[in-house]
């Protein structure tokens, strides 16, 4: 079998399926592979019981600037048209009510400043006083006694929004489609890179656990949370180190809600704040989360001490990442939030201390409403810079001009694919001297190229 080929992809999680299907469908590369650690795609972060299943815009997200919201709409924008256009309605995308609360009167206030503000980049978007938020979500104002709860409550939203996503059906779809579109292209599952070594010709040889060999002209490293290690090796990336977070989420029993319901984000925290999200692979089913806890993985595991990381502890435990830690846990109310996360993880008081977070949403919750979401959550890696001694909120990419490009894509990576794989096959298709017929991208995209 001929293992050479223009472009390889090294990781099929969302990110490398996204950027597999328009390296595909809209260049003259001849041959692409899509390489896959598992025995399927998207097994890891962009599997449905690891992240929100949701379709981060901007608009209920509250850590989010009007400006970042501006950026990831339209990468939002993106995915959504391009599940509507295909036809993928309640198969990859779903339509749900979403909304973001500000509870107390600085919250109420945080919150309608910040409504105006985000009305001018998100049409329709509406804002509901308390008693509107009681109408479209009635437990949130529902105090434990069963009368309404004490605080001022308002919200900023959509009743109605095509906001939710399984990116593992999305990533099968994306690579069904690539397919189809080159029959010269291939998806090699269970192929775990373990070297990549450049020939003398200036192309790549990658080498598998098993060892299986690929040769390519490009490689896009597109692995989540191995995208780091793997770039090391190549001796590119020494100046970061990697915070892998771990999230974990409880289901609440019954139907509490009716939407996506997101908090206010403590501006202090790199980390997202508790929210619900109903579950569009359990029939409805609510999940809040995530909890955050450093832990040495790139992936989680069923077990707490599973899956731990050798290559982690040769990133890390030098003395910029170090720093970096220390002076994060140095504010107080960090350090706070980092032990409550640990204590989240524990049985029997684990899930009593989320009770109290949790009824910051629902304060009807009890303890027999709450179950522990067992093996569901993923690592999700905060890039460190160790030479200015800080966390890198948001996507890192790491780009060498020597035919390599290592992509570290948390939160909202998922939502940007489309976005990131239009700017990673511009790289390539100049690297390659190839063509990327972008006017097509965008009309099918039925998006206008600003």
């Given at each position: ?89 309640n ?112 192309s ?23 995208s ?11 100046d ?30 790199p ?75 524990l ?53 060498t ?8 894509t ?15 096959t ?25």
């Amino acid at each position: 079998m001929d293992n050479n080929f223009d472009v390889a992809i090294i990781g099929g999680g969302i990110s490398g399926s996204a950027a597999f299907y328009v390296l595909s469908q809209y260049t003259d590369i001849n041959k692409v592979v899509l390489l896959e650690k598992c025995d399927k795609l998207a097994s890891i972060s962009s599997h449905s019981t690891a992240n929100s299943q949701t379709i981060h815009d901007g608009s209920i997200e509250t850590n989010y600037t009007a400006q970042k919201a501006r950026k990831v709409k339209v990468a939002a924008d993106k995915v959504k048209n391009y599940a509507l256009n295909k036809g993928l309605q309640n198969k990859v995308i779903f339509k749900m009510q979403k909304i973001a609360i500000g509870v107390g009167d600085k919250e109420c206030e945080f919150m309608t400043k910040r409504h105006n503000e985000f009305s001018n980049i998100f049409e329709g978007i509406t804002f509901f006083n308390k008693e509107e938020v009681k109408r479209i979500e009635p437990k949130i104002i529902e105090s434990l006694d069963g009368g309404d709860r004490s605080e001022n409550v308002v919200a900023s939203g959509y009743e109605e929004s095509w906001c939710g996503m399984s990116f593992e059906a999305l990533s099968e779809n994306f690579a069904q489609e690539a397919m189809k579109a080159n029959p010269n292209n291939q998806v090699k599952t269970n192929f775990k890179v373990m070297s990549i070594k450049q020939n003398e010709d200036g192309s790549y040889k990658i080498i598998s656990k098993n060892k299986r060999i690929i040769n390519a002209k490009f490689i896009l490293v597109n692995a989540g949370s191995y995208s780091l290690p793997l770039a090391q090796k190549c001796g590119y990336g020494k100046d970061l180190g990697c915070l892998p977070v771990a999230g974990s989420f409880y289901f609440v029993n019954g139907e509490f809600l009716r939407g996506k319901v997101y908090g206010v984000q403590n501006p202090k925290l790199p980390f997202a704040a508790l929210h619900g999200d109903p579950d569009i692979s359990l029939n409805g089913a609510t999940r809040f989360g995530p909890t955050a806890i450093v832990m040495p993985k790139l992936e989680r595991s069923e077990h707490l001490f599973g899956n731990l990381s050798s290559e982690l502890l040769i990133i890390d435990f030098k003395l910029g990442t170090l720093k970096v830690g220390f002076d994060l846990l140095k504010d107080s109310e960090i350090r706070s939030y980092a032990f409550r996360n640990i204590l989240f993880e524990l049985p029997f008081i684990g899930k009593r201390l989320f009770l109290q977070d949790a009824r910051k949403i629902i304060p009807s919750l009890s303890l027999d409403d709450l179950t522990y979401a067992r093996g569901y959550g993923e690592v999700r890696p905060q890039v460190i810079d160790m030479t200015l001694r800080k966390l890198e909120l948001g996507e890192k990419k790491i780009t060498t001009n020597k035919g390599i490009t290592f992509n570290m894509t948390p939160s909202p990576g998922a939502t940007s694919c489309l976005q990131n794989a239009e700017i990673d096959t511009l790289e390539i298709v100049k690297y390659l001297n190839k063509n990327f017929d972008i006017d097509r991208f965008y009309n099918d995209l039925g998006m206008s190229r600003s």
